[in-house]
C-alpha cells in the first residue's frame, strides 16, 4: 500500500461547473476525512466517515457540498456550481485509531481552482 | 473558526540557531500531534503526545505537551535548511482533528 492517493492533482474549471474528487484511502484504514486548506492556513474540516458511514458534515459544508465512501472503501468530493471562493486544496486523510496512534495520514491533496 | 492557536505565525530563523513555536488549545484535549507541511506538500504526521507533561525528542525536535493538556511546544535546535516548512499542531474536537494556523519556518544559511 502506497499512503493515501487522490485524483486528481490539479483541477481548473468555470464557475458554476460541477467538479468531483476521489480518495483512495489506506486500506486498513475505517476513517476517512475531507479536509479544505487555503493559503496561509490550517486544514479545515470537511467531513468524514468511519467505513461506509458519513458520521460528520462541518457547518461550513454548503449544500452544494456533498460526499459518499461506498462500500467504505474509496470516497469522492463533489462540488456543485462552484464558486471562485471554492477555490483552494482539498485534502483526504485516513486514519485507523487505536490507542497507540491517532495520526492521520493525508494525500496529496487535490488543488482547485476556479475561474 | 479554529480552536487551536498557534504563535508565532511565522519564524524566520538563522541556519543554527533554536526556536520554539507554541500551541494552545480552548479545550482540554485526550492528545496533541504535530504535522509538518514543505511547501507545496502536504501535513505529514510527526509524532503524538498523549499524557499530561509528557516530552517527546525526534533528533533535534523536542515536543511537550502541558501539564493541563490544553497547551502543547516544539523546540528545534540548531535548525538546518531541512527545517523549512510549516509546523501544524492539531488536537481532537469532537471526534476529529482541528488544526492550528501553523507556524510557517524560513531559514537563513
Known amino acids: 500500500d502506497t499512503g493515501v492517493s487522490q485524483d486528481p492533482r490539479h483541477k481548473i474549471t468555470k464557475r458554476g461547473q460541477n467538479v468531483t474528487f476521489r480518495c483512495d484511502p489506506i486500506?486498513?484504514?475505517?476513517?476517512l476525512y475531507w479536509y479544505r486548506q487555503t493559503l496561509g492556513q490550517g486544514p479545515e474540516f470537511l467531513t468524514y466517515f468511519q467505513n461506509e458511514a458519513q458520521l460528520e458534515k462541518s457547518r461550513l459544508l454548503s449544500d452544494r457540498f456533498s460526499a459518499e465512501r461506498p462500500k467504505g472503501s474509496f470516497s469522492t468530493l463533489e462540488i456543485q456550481r462552484t464558486e471562485q471562493g471554492d477555490s483552494a486544496m482539498y485534502l483526504c486523510?485516513?486514519?485507523?485509531?487505536?490507542?497507540?496512534?491517532?495520526?492521520?495520514?493525508f494525500g496529496s491533496g487535490t488543488r482547485l481552482t476556479v475561474v | 473558526g479554529q480552536q487551536v492557536m498557534q504563535i508565532p505565525q511565522y519564524q524566520h530563523v538563522q541556519e543554527g540557531e533554536d526556536f520554539t513555536t507554541y500551541c494552545n488549545s480552548s479545550t482540554t484535549l485526550s492528545n496533541i500531534q504535530w504535522y509538518k507541511q514543505r511547501p507545496g506538500g502536504h501535513p505529514v504526521f510527526l509524532i503524538q503526545l498523549v499524557k499530561s507533561g509528557e516530552v517527546k525528542k525526534q533528533k533535534r525536535l523536542t515536543f511537550q505537551f502541558g501539564e493541563a493538556k490544553k497547551n502543547s511546544s516544539l523546540h528545534i535546535t540548531a535548525t538546518q535548511t531541512t527545517d523549512v516548512g510549516t509546523y501544524f499542531c492539531?488536537?481532537?474536537?469532537?471526534?476529529?482533528?482541528?488544526f492550528g494556523a501553523g507556524t510557517t519556518v524560513t531559514v537563513r544559511a
Open positions: 492539531a488536537g481532537p474536537i469532537d471526534y476529529k482533528l482541528s
Open positions: 486523510a485516513s486514519s485507523f485509531p487505536d490507542r497507540r496512534h491517532y495520526g492521520y495520514t
Open positions: 486500506s486498513e484504514h475505517n476513517r
